[in-house]
């Protein structure tokens, strides 16, 4: 089984501030991870995603996570948040391909001017 | 561009009604596609893996005889809330993994509301 667990659901940052938005996970088989961003009222969009290759995922929009194992953890960064960066985002971990997703309770990225 | 198709994106009906929400993967044939719900300021809930040709799967709690889920072709997945109320108001979305089993994409999601 797997499941994951993100850490604040609220995270403030001002413009130009480094973003770092928490996840970890568990699971019994070598997991998938995922982060994905909603906008209000919309679906979600695929930021990054680890499937067992580099530990380090570059993704859209300046973010990346790196993936570690021994903290079970797979954290989402960007060096300088920008106004449009704030929406809801999501971690999701699956026991590998054609799985079903898991997703954690999700974090609210707030930009201040 | 957008893989995976929702429609409609909102709908408003009344109590007592059916609705049907299509999900439609648009370039890859989806065996597999998954339904998700969504309550305000929440996390997405599982609530059935559409498999084609065969029946769906239903996660603990989800009423299979309220939420019909048809995947009758390889590019399409319905789901139909029979008998909608109230408390069935949310956001539903669906989801179909890319051809190589990663990453999952998702559809736009449907807001019902039922009066």
């Known amino acids: 089984a797997q499941s994951v667990t993100q850490l604040g659901s609220h995270v403030s940052v001002s413009e130009g501030a480094l973003v770092l938005l928490r996840c970890n996970y568990s699971?019994?088989?070598?997991?998938?991870l995922f982060w994905y961003v909603q906008y209000p009222n919309q679906g979600l969009q695929l930021l990054l995603k680890?499937?067992?290759?580099?530990?380090l995922v570059k993704g859209i929009n300046g973010f990346e996570a790196e993936f570690k194992k021994s903290e079970t953890s797979f954290h989402l960064t960007k060096p300088s948040a920008h106004m449009s960066d704030a929406a809801e985002y999501f971690c999701?971990?699956?026991?590998?391909?054609?799985?079903?997703?898991?997703f954690g309770t999700g974090t609210r990225l707030l930009v201040s001017p | 561009g957008a893989v995976v198709s929702q429609h409609p994106s909102w709908v408003i009906c009344k109590s007592g009604t059916s609705v049907k929400i299509e999900c439609r993967s648009l370039?890859?044939?989806?065996?597999?596609m998954f339904w998700y719900r969504q309550f305000p300021k929440q996390s997405l809930m599982l609530m059935a893996t559409?498999?084609?040709?065969?029946?769906?799967?239903?996660e603990q709690g989800v009423e299979k005889d309220k939420f019909l889920i048809n995947h009758a072709s390889l590019t399409l997945s319905t789901l139909t809330v029979t008998s909608a109320h109230p408390e069935d108001s949310s956001f539903y979305i669906c989801?179909?993994?890319?051809?190589?089993?990663?990453?999952?994409?998702f559809g736009n999601g449907t807001r019902l509301t039922v009066t």
């Open positions: 370039d890859f044939q989806a065996t597999t």
């Open positions: 699971s019994s088989v070598p997991p998938y």
């Open positions: 559409s498999n084609e040709g065969s029946k769906a799967t239903y």
């Open positions: 989801s179909a993994w890319d051809r190589g089993g990663s990453p999952l994409h």
């Open positions: 999701a971990v699956s026991g590998g391909g054609f799985q079903k997703l898991v």
């Open positions: 680890y499937t067992s290759a580099a530990t």
